[in-house]
Every structure is written in C-alpha cells, then in structure tokens.
C-alpha cells in the first residue's frame, strides 16, 4: 500500500519561502516521476512542478522561476522549494506521481500566504 506524506507548510508573508516534503512507501519510489499538485479553494487541482526518474524537471508557468522541485531517491523523498510567495500561492499542496495514481493521494499540506 502506498503512503504519501507530505509537510512543511505553513503561514508565511509575501515574498517568504517555503520548503515542503513528501515521503513516500510502500513504492518503488526510484521508478516514478514525481510531482507536486496544489488545490486552492474553489479551484481543480493543477500540477505546479514535475521531476521525472532522470531528474528533468518541469513547471507550471506560474511558478516558473520561483519554485524548484528535487528527488533523494535514497530517502524516498520529493522535495519543493517555494521563494517569493505570493498570496496565489495559497492552497493545499500535494504529492503524487506523475501521472498521478487516483488512489494514491495523502492529506496535503496548507500553504497560505497573508500579510
């Protein structure tokens, strides 16, 4: 069974950072390209940044620039490091694969960026 357990959000100014993690088990975690997902209220769901099994990365364009995603395929982790927050940045954020696998979802962890 697949756990995804993800952290390190929190309430920041505009402007912060942020660096969030999610842990991965129960998968052959090296094999997978990885992604963070982000839901802000009455929004779907989008995909913010994507690392495949060879480290290429890709982001959304409203991210571009400020957010970089990484892997420790030794960990089993997936990391995404936000600066210059805005307060659009706010929302859940979530990992999973990419493409994602529905049953996969954790619980997210919040983002909320207010002055």
């Known amino acids: 069974q697949v756990q995804l357990v993800e952290s390190g959000g929190g309430l920041v100014q505009p402007g912060g950072s942020l660096r969030l993690s999610c842990a991965a088990s129960?998968?052959?975690?090296?094999?997978?390209?990885w992604a963070w997902y982000r839901q802000a209220p009455g929004k779907h769901r989008e995909l913010v940044a994507s690392?495949?099994?060879?480290?290429?990365?890709t982001y959304a364009d409203s991210v571009k620039g400020r957010f970089t995603i990484s892997r420790d395929n030794a960990v089993n982790t997936v990391y995404l490091q936000l600066n210059r927050l805005t307060p659009e940045d706010t929302a859940v954020y979530f990992c999973?694969?990419?493409?994602?696998?529905?049953?996969?979802w954790g619980q997210g962890t919040q983002v909320t960026v207010s002055s």
């Open positions: 999973n694969a990419d493409p994602e696998w529905v049953d996969w």
């Open positions: 129960g998968t052959i975690f090296r094999l997978y390209a």
């Open positions: 690392i495949s099994n060879s480290d290429r990365t």
